[in-house]
């Protein structure tokens, strides 16, 4: 009992909580109401929950009109008491009738009661049947009971009435009762829901209170609560306590808060009004921005984390990042939390720039300062270009090296390899390429490379070769000759070298200024060229020395021939021997002219000049020239200035050896002209032209004249008196 009284105190009331006095309660014995006339009814007051311990103030109709803690009245009124620790009580009626028949409700009548209502008459011993109503309708209960029971009464505005009726001396009667409206007072009154705070702010705590106030006079019974936000129900439903607590409060918590109060035996509920509560939130503020890697240096295909996160803001804070000089976001977050993070995958050089974010939460956004962030490429392989003054790099020619990395964030730093021998370096502080120049020797020939490197890995080119071609230098002319002198007849052999000069070398050999022939040197140094001296190479001899980067000339050489020439001797003794056979040799003149016209009618001639006698000739096989020495003069071709006409009796002749053998030939070339072929050039020779081909013994050649056997064209021992024979080698003509 104790229990739930100190339960009522802390439940009191705003206005005892405040220092207002509480009301002060009415009771009447016996507590029935009306009354029949003639009999008294005593009222007592008390202060809340005890009986008053002093004068009580007693009003009637709202008059006072005594003092007394207990007092009996016998007139219908309205009463009233109080204390001086109480208020003015609730005003009650008390009735007293005059009427045979009245309808009784108890005192005190509370919302929720079971109600007993009696029908009494001045003599019960005359009544024998009794009829209830309710608001003019008859309720359907036994008609002899003198009292009828009301279940959970309310405070409405219902009327009730009773009618008896009964038989004296025969005859029947009927009474009815006055209208009695129940005076049923409020068990407690509608709940009222008060809030720690009416404008709470997000994340802050807030208690709800559904206050109410059980009547004294019930202090016995048990009261649940519970809370609405809207028409969602909080917490956990219904409880005993009167009060909820809630952790922290968003905006989203903001709208319309109720309450609920009702017996546990759910008689009463009673509902508060709606209170409004709005749940401020905290402006966002002190916006920062990190971001991860530190620094912002990325390497091109990393990760970059963005984190946003400010000092204070309550609510949903919506979290957006930006790109300078970007219309659009880059990302946007909506949460509960002081801190939002976003992450950029794969990072390429155009997302690069300056970031940042701003945070809002309704009530306009903030922005946190600007970072830069840079996206640094590792460099591609780079590409080595060699520039050239021309196609070939020559010795002395500045070649530029050119090395370039077409992607690469910079500074760029570049070396050159020389066979993976470093050249030098250079650095490109705003990206692109780099150049060295380098004067060429022959040591730079070879293969060349770059590589470029920014600090996140180094790629190295392809390999490119560089070949230095050297000019050749001024070749040197060496004659040598078997002895001291140069003697006609001897071998002369010329050697003509450039000692500086990229292979392969074409050396040319000249007597003044009149090509004698030309050789190769395919792996560069110098070339020979062999020479049977007659008296006519005396002068001056020279060389030239050529590699496609340009002909350089030898400083001449003279040469004096010394001794007489063999062919003006031989040419004397033939004169007297010519005389001794004049008539022979023009008989024999003319018939070989009458034979040679008639083959030229037949469209091909031989022309044929008899120089040396036949000895030990075999017609079976032609004896091939000899080729013991590296370099000869070859049969040189004739010199036309005529018409092939005039040009028919000139053979063209030189002196061949059989290698094996000890005989010297004269070799004789002619040609077959036609009239188709004669418009043709006379110094080339066709194909279909097969020359006829006679050799002629000159003399048998000694051991000691083997260093003359391969004397040039037109040579002929002063010795040689033998006869002369031609003799025809057809079958070998093509070969030779």
């Known amino acids: 009992m104790h229990l739930r009284l100190l339960l009522l105190l802390i439940l009191a009331p705003?206005?005892?909580?405040?220092?207002?006095?509480?009301?002060a309660v009415l009771f009447f014995s016996p507590p029935w109401s009306p009354t029949f006339e003639g009999e008294s009814v005593t009222l007592t007051c008390r202060e809340s929950h005890f009986p008053a311990r002093e004068d009580v103030y007693w009003y009637y109709n709202g008059n006072s009109f005594k003092k007394s803690k207990v007092i009996q009245i016998r007139k219908s009124g309205y009463y009233q008491c109080k204390t001086q620790r109480s208020s003015l009580s609730d005003a009650v009626h008390v009735e007293f009738s005059s009427d045979w028949l009245i309808l009784q409700a108890p005192h005190p009548v509370f919302e929720g009661d079971n109600v007993v209502l009696k029908c009494q008459g001045k003599d019960e011993n005359k009544i024998s049947e009794r009829n209830y109503y309710k608001n003019g309708e008859q309720l359907h209960i036994s008609k002899n009971s003198n009292s009828i029971l009301l279940t959970s009464v309310s405070r409405d505005d219902s009327v009730y009435h009773c009618r008896a009726s009964g038989k004296y001396l025969l005859r029947s009667w009927k009474e009815t009762s006055k209208h009695l409206r129940i005076q049923v007072q409020e068990l407690f009154p509608s709940p009222v829901l008060t809030a720690s705070s009416s404008l709470p702010t997000e994340g802050s705590p807030m208690t709800l209170t559904c206050e109410t106030q059980l009547s004294p006079q019930r202090p016995d019974v048990q009261l649940q609560f519970r809370f609405f936000r809207d028409v969602h129900i909080l917490g956990s439903g219904w409880s005993s306590s009167a009060e909820l607590q809630i952790p922290a409060t968003w905006s989203e918590d903001s709208g319309s808060y109720w309450c609920e109060a009702e017996t546990v035996t759910h008689s009463i509920v009673k509902k508060s009004q709606r209170f409004q509560i709005h749940v401020q939130r905290v402006p966002v503020s002190d916006v920062n921005l990190e971001i991860q890697p530190p620094g912002g240096q990325l390497v091109e295909g990393e990760n970059l984390t963005l984190i946003c996160s400010v000092a204070k803001g309550t609510?949903?804070?919506t979290f957006s990042w930006h790109r300078e000089g970007i219309v659009r976001n880059v990302g946007r977050k909506a949460q509960s939390s002081l801190m939002a993070e976003l992450q950029i995958p794969n990072m390429k050089e155009h997302n690069a720039g300056r970031y940042y974010c701003a945070a809002d939460n309704t009530h306009g956004p903030i922005i946190s300062q600007r970072i830069t962030v840079t996206v640094r490429i590792p460099v591609s392989r780079p590409v080595l270009t060699l520039r050239m003054p021309r196609t070939q790099a020559v010795v002395g020619d500045m070649v530029e090296f050119h090395c370039e990395a077409l992607r690469g964030s910079p500074p760029i730093l570049y070396q050159f390899y020389h066979e993976d021998v470093t050249l030098g370096r250079s650095s490109?502080?705003?990206?692109?390429?780099v150049s060295v120049k380098l004067s060429?020797?022959?040591?730079?020939?070879?293969?060349?490379?770059?590589?470029?490197?920014?600090?996140?890995?180094?790629?190295?080119?392809h390999r490119v070769s560089l070949k230095v071609t050297v000019p050749v230098s001024r070749p040197v002319l060496t004659l040598r000759a078997p002895g001291v002198q140069a003697v006609v007849g001897n071998i002369m052999e010329l050697h003509c070298e450039a000692l500086r000069g990229s292979p392969p070398i074409l050396y040319w050999f000249y007597h003044e200024n009149v090509t004698l022939g030309n050789s190769s040197a395919p792996s560069g140094g110098g070339a020979y060229f062999n020479l049977s001296l007659t008296a006519e190479h005396s002068g001056n001899f020279s060389c030239e020395a050529a590699n496609g980067l340009g002909a350089q000339r030898s400083e001449t050489v003279a040469l004096k021939v010394t001794g007489t020439s063999r062919i003006r001797t031989g040419l004397t003794t033939a004169g007297?021997?010519?005389?001794?056979?004049?008539?022979?040799?023009?008989?024999?003149?003319?018939?070989?002219?009458?034979?040679?016209r008639t083959q030229r009618r037949l469209g091909g001639t031989f022309y044929l000049l008899s120089l040396s006698s036949l000895s030990h000739y075999s017609p079976k096989e032609c004896?091939?020239?000899s080729s013991s020495r590296p370099f000869s003069i070859d049969p040189p071709n004739p010199i036309y200035s005529e018409p092939p006409t005039q040009m028919a009796l000139q053979p063209v002749y030189?002196?061949?050896?059989?290698?094996?053998?000890?005989?010297?030939?004269s070799q004789i070339w002619s040609f077959q002209h036609t009239k188709e072929n004669s418009a043709n050039s006379p110094r080339v020779h066709r194909e279909d032209e097969e020359p006829a081909v006679f050799y002629s013994e000159l003399k048998k050649v000694q051991p000691g004249d083997s260093a003359r056997q391969t004397s040039s064209s037109g040579s002929v021992h002063e010795d040689d008196t033998e006869n002369y024979e031609n003799v025809p080698c057809a079958s070998s003509a093509s070969a030779h």
Not at 428 to 433: L, N
Not at 587 to 596: E, I, M, Q, Y
């Open 14 to 23: 705003e206005r005892e909580q405040s220092g207002v006095p509480p009301k």
């Open 315 to 317: 609510g949903t804070i």
């Open 428 to 433: 490109a502080p705003s990206g692109g390429g």
């Open 440 to 461: 060429l020797t022959t040591e730079y020939s070879g293969n060349y490379s770059c590589e470029a490197d920014n600090g996140l890995g180094v790629q190295h080119s």
């Open 576 to 596: 007297v021997i010519g005389g001794l056979l004049g008539i022979l040799g023009l008989a024999t003149t003319a018939a070989l002219l009458g034979h040679l």
């Open 623 to 625: 004896p091939e020239p």
């Open 654 to 665: 030189s002196n061949v050896n059989p290698g094996d053998s000890n005989l010297v030939y």
